[in-house]
């Protein structure tokens, strides 16, 4: 059995910085690149960023480009979100996924290719 799970949300004021991880248990998880999404109130769900199963490759959306970092231990099986700058468009519940490949494709707000999904951690930026 397939579990994902995320922690690390919080309250942070704008500028400020979080780190989010995610843990994937049930899968060959160097086998699998891995992506973090993000779904604000009223608005779509949104790939952000994915990372190849090597952790050798990084895709980042243009809206968090510069300010988030994904990285990978695969011997933990964890997978990081380093959120810096943060600003008021970035409140939202952010996700952890496995893709169901080892190379990321392009980013994209359909995640038809992720198999497995964690419930979310919230992160609330304050002005």
């Known amino acids: 059995q397939v579990q994902v799970v995320e922690s690390g949300g919080g309250l942070v004021q704008a500028g400020g910085s979080l780190r989010l991880s995610c843990t994937a248990s049930?899968?060959?998880?160097?086998?699998?690149?891995m992506g973090w999404f993000r779904q604000a109130p009223g608005k779509e769900r949104e790939e952000i960023s994915c990372?190849?199963?090597?952790?050798?490759?990084?895709r980042y959306a243009d809206s968090v480009s510069g300010r988030f970092t994904i990285s990978r231990d695969n011997a933990k099986n964890t997978l990081y979100l380093q959120m810096n700058s943060l600003n008021t468009e970035d409140p939202a519940m952010y996700y952890c996924?496995?893709?169901?490949?080892?190379?990321?494709?392009?980013?994209?707000?359909?995640?038809?290719?992720?198999?497995?999904w964690g419930q979310g951690t919230q992160v609330t930026v304050s002005s």
């Open positions: 990372i190849n199963s090597r952790g050798s490759s990084r």
């Open positions: 049930g899968v060959t998880f160097d086998d699998y690149a």
């Open positions: 996924a496995v893709r169901r490949t080892r190379l990321c494709g392009p980013l994209s707000a359909v995640p038809v290719e992720y198999d497995y």
